[in-house]
């Protein structure tokens, strides 16, 4: 730790209160985003899970590997069914 200043210390309490402030938001935006995907499920009955799956193939932009995850999955999953 190198805090050897009042300067410094300063300049620490600072950046814990903006880390404070981030995390508030973090917090504020897991929020808002559980409220959505409870009208989903609500209004729309798609369940928290999968809308979850496809927002992430939105922010990747993966959607052909995701399908191609998801046939995998299907093969597998029938061949030790059998």
Known sequence: MNIESDHDRQKVKEYFKQALSVNRSVDEAKAELKDILDV??????????????????????NMPEMRHLNEQFEDLYQAVIR
């Open 40 to 61: 989903l499920n609500e209004q729309h009955e798609i369940k928290p899970s999968i809308s979850r799956k496809v927002l992430k193939a939105m922010e990747k932009g």
